[in-house]
């Protein structure tokens, strides 16, 4: 088993500070779990609104909830979002008997409600799958090849973790994702899926995947910003800066979860991962998560142009702007992208991850990281992020 005492210890951080704390994150990814290490299942401050008996004794939420003290926590949130108002009438009572811990699986919902009923009340946390420094350095390929879903890495082995891979995604497709006012049929939305995974790492383009599902570009679109808000794909916004160069404008997207990304594309072995086209494009996306995690980034984005300059990743820390490129080679070297970004966006610093183990200098800017240092949130690269 996979402790998680960072997340633990950010929450209660969280509910010390603010009145109330969501803690958001894909369906299985330990929410639960987490919560209940907090609060007992079987007490009365633990509400399930995926359970029946929960939904009952809710149908008057304002006269259950405001007698209970201590930690509350409502599970699944998303399910009953007339509870908002109710909250922010609780959250203002002064003193404050109780305060809450809602945990949710659809970030788009929850962030809407939130901001119109909790604004100035509530503290939200994300919370993905397993990473680097929860598995060890000594289980990477397993977390790459895998994925994070706890119940995927843990399995005895690969078969049994893409079996629950491809459970899983049976049961988003045809429950899940009926709750986010998508009408296509299950069939259809596991080939925009597939899409998706086959457009993982690129820029985004809505045109092909509306022509072959034979729907539109705006709804595509819509499916696409769904899935996001349900924590499945990432979409990799475009940095700009004011210059005469062309620069793309189209983010790039990515499959979150690497287990889900080789599960839709058929990949059920390492072998068969380092063997596929995608092999660059998926080991780019995990690093991107795990330095996302590792550094605690809020805002990141990409940079290219139309004549082929590009950086994976730039984000900015302390007025000062920063890249990172990712390349799954034995020993990279610099390239004309790195010397154009450093130019163009006045990069102080670039790091170009890299799955070796010596660490070396290219130029006084850039500086080849082996993928083992980003658990030390990569030291004498990027400054800290200070949080107050």
Same mark, same amino acid.
């Given at each position: 088993?996979?402790? $998680? ?7 209660? #951080? ?17 929410? #639960?779990?987490?919560? &209940? ?11 399930? *609104? ?6 009952? /004794? ?6 259950? *909830?405001?007698?209970?003290? %201590? ?15 109710? *909250? =922010? ?13 809602? *945990? ?7 962030? &809407? ?6 604004? %100035? ?41 893409? /079996? ?32 998706? /995974? ?22 595509? =679109? ?35 979860? #690497? ?9 059920? #072995?390492? /072998?068969?991962?380092? &063997? ?8 780019? %996306? ?30 900015? =820390?302390? %007025? ?7 390349? &799954? ?9 790195? $010397? ?8 102080? =610093? ?8 010596? $660490? ?29």
């Amino acid at each position: 088993m996979v402790n $998680r005492p960072q997340y633990i210890q950010h929450i209660k #951080t969280a509910l010390r500070r603010s009145r109330a704390t969501a803690l958001l994150g894909p369906r299985q990814c330990g929410k #639960t779990t987490l919560a &209940r290490e907090l609060v007992d299942i079987d007490s009365p401050n633990y509400f399930d *609104l995926e359970d029946q008996s929960s939904l009952v /004794a809710l149908a008057n939420p304002k006269n259950v *909830l405001e007698s209970l003290k %201590g930690l509350v926590v409502i599970d699944e949130v998303q399910q009953k979002p007339e509870l908002f108002p109710v *909250l =922010r009438v609780l959250l203002d009572r002064k003193p404050l008997p109780s305060k809450f811990l809602i *945990l949710g699986s659809a970030s788009h919902d929850l962030l &809407r409600q939130s901001s119109e009923s909790l604004a %100035g009340r509530l503290e939200l946390i994300e919370m993905g799958g397993f990473d680097l420094s929860e598995v060890g350095r000594g289980k990477a390929s397993r977390l790459w090849l895998r994925g994070g879903f706890p119940l995927s890495f843990l399995a005895e082995n690969d078969k049994d973790g893409f /079996a629950w891979i491809k459970s899983f995604i049976k049961t988003f497709l045809e429950r899940d994702l009926r709750k986010q006012r998508i009408d296509l049929p299950s069939v259809t939305l596991h080939r925009f899926w597939s899409m998706l /995974a086959n457009s993982h790492s690129q820029i985004w383009s809505a045109a092909p995947i509306a022509s072959s599902l034979g729907i539109s570009e705006p709804t595509v =679109r819509k499916y696409l910003d769904i899935f996001t808000g349900v924590f499945m794909v990432r979409q990799l916004q475009p940095w700009h800066v004011n210059m005469k160069k062309r620069q793309v404008k189209s983010p790039k997207v990515y499959i979150r979860d #690497t287990g889900i990304l080789h599960s839709l594309l058929g990949l059920k #072995t390492e /072998a068969e991962v380092l &063997r596929h086209p995608i092999c660059g494009g998926s080991w780019e %996306g995990f690093v991107i998560e795990q330095l996302i995690r590792f550094l605690d980034l809020d805002d990141v984005y990409f940079w290219a142009t139309h004549q082929g300059a590009e950086i994976d990743l730039v984000f900015n =820390r302390g %007025g000062r702007m920063y890249g990172v490129e990712i390349k &799954r080679a034995d020993a990279p070297v610099m390239t004309s992208s790195i $010397r154009i970004a450093l130019d163009d966006l006045g990069l102080s =610093r670039v790091a170009v991850i890299y799955p070796g183990k010596k $660490r070396y200098s290219l130029h006084k800017k850039v500086e080849i990281v082996p993928f083992d240092e980003i658990i030390k949130g990569m030291d004498g690269i990027f400054p800290q992020k200070h949080n107050n």
